[in-house]
């Protein structure tokens, strides 16, 4: 039995550099709010749509204070800290949810997670630069198949405080999060996992894909053979219709996805786009055997395309 389904809620991008991430964001046309601390260690900053956001992350000068993994115990901090040992991208994937503890214990169940339920609260500043308090809840998973890859569902518990229009407003135009698309070289391998997950059925997409409906947006995996031919027939197809992917691909044994050089041309791709409702921002999620590979759209409303 399925849980309800799950909206997306945030990816984790974790960087280097967090002034640099940011800067290229904005340089985008993205928002990027103020950095964050967290006791353990890293350092954000969001970049908040209507009902999603994109987590920029880092390991800050505190590093030493990042608690190790422990049976039972997932530590955040390790888990960004040992991704960047590795590369730059897309490190996570997280979805909402109602209950994190009821969810933990589903994942127990589901044998994808055994991990404690992992609450925090941290200061935050409205627009006014007045202080707010934000509280979560997590609850993780893991995919054995795949895991160099984080995944998690966030519990807030005073949304009133952490939402904000005023956060929300890109001169890009994105307003939210609607699909992350991922590659594999079985995906059916993996869903079982995602099903769980995401609390809905995995229906078949394709000659090898898979698809799973979310509140409000989508996620689903294609064969990573066929992920170059797809991806250069649907830039055909979105042509006609107003919508663009920019992807790079590399070698996942020596080469990050996610290089700051890749992400200038995609600036500059993303730049000469005329008629733009969707955008695929490059992100990777790589697991440690070369699993998954992960990318996001956002939408655009019409009033807000771009023409350079």
């Known amino acids: 039995m399925m849980n309800a389904r799950r909206r997306i809620d945030h990816v984790v991008v974790a960087v280097r550099d967090l002034d640099a991430a940011g800067t290229f964001f904005q340089r985008l046309g993205f928002q990027v709010?103020?950095?964050?601390?967290?006791?353990?260690?890293?350092?954000?900053?969001?970049?908040q749509c209507r009902s999603s956001f994109i987590e920029l992350i880092t390991v800050g000068d505190a590093a030493g204070v990042i608690p190790d993994h422990a049976p039972g115990q997932f530590s955040f901090g390790a888990f960004v800290r040992d991704f960047l040992g590795r590369r730059e991208g897309m490190a996570m994937l997280v979805l909402d949810s109602a209950d994190a503890e009821a969810d933990a214990a589903g994942f127990a169940r589901a044998g994808i997670g055994a991990f404690q339920p992992f609450f925090?609260?941290?200061?935050?500043?409205?627009?006014?630069?007045?202080?707010?308090?934000?509280?979560?809840?997590?609850?993780?998973?893991?995919?054995?198949?795949?895991?160099?890859?984080?995944?998690?569902?966030?519990?807030?518990?005073?949304?009133?405080?952490?939402?904000?229009?005023?956060?929300?407003?890109?001169?890009?135009?994105?307003?939210?999060?609607?699909?992350i698309g991922m590659s594999a070289t079985d995906p059916w391998a993996h869903a079982d996992f995602l099903s769980h997950f995401s609390g809905a059925e995995a229906e078949r997409d394709g000659d090898a894909g898979l698809r799973i409906g979310l509140r409000g947006g989508a996620m689903g995996a294609v064969a990573r053979q066929g992920v170059?031919?797809?991806?250069?027939?649907?830039?055909g197809a979105a042509a006609a219709k107003g919508r663009r992917r920019a992807q790079a691909d590399g070698s996942f044994a020596q080469t990050p996805v996610f290089d700051w050089d890749t992400l200038r041309l995609l600036g500059r791709m993303f730049f000469v786009m005329a008629v733009c409702m969707v955008f695929f921002f490059l992100v990777t999620l790589l697991s440690a055997s070369g699993g998954l590979k992960c990318g996001g759209r956002f939408f655009f409303p019409r009033a807000n395309r771009h023409s350079e």
Not at 129 to 142: H, K, W
Not at 150 to 170: I, K, L, S
Request: with cysteine.
């Open 228 to 235: 170059a031919e797809a991806s250069a027939a649907a830039s």
């Open 33 to 47: 709010g103020a950095r964050n601390r967290h006791p353990w260690g890293t350092e954000n900053r969001l970049i």
């Open 120 to 179: 925090f609260e941290r200061k935050g500043k409205r627009p006014d630069g007045s202080e707010a308090s934000v509280a979560f809840t997590l609850a993780f998973a893991v995919d054995k198949q795949a895991p160099g890859c984080g995944f998690f569902v966030c519990q807030q518990h005073v949304p009133e405080n952490f939402w904000t229009p005023a956060f929300q407003r890109h001169d890009v135009g994105a307003q939210d999060i609607v699909e």
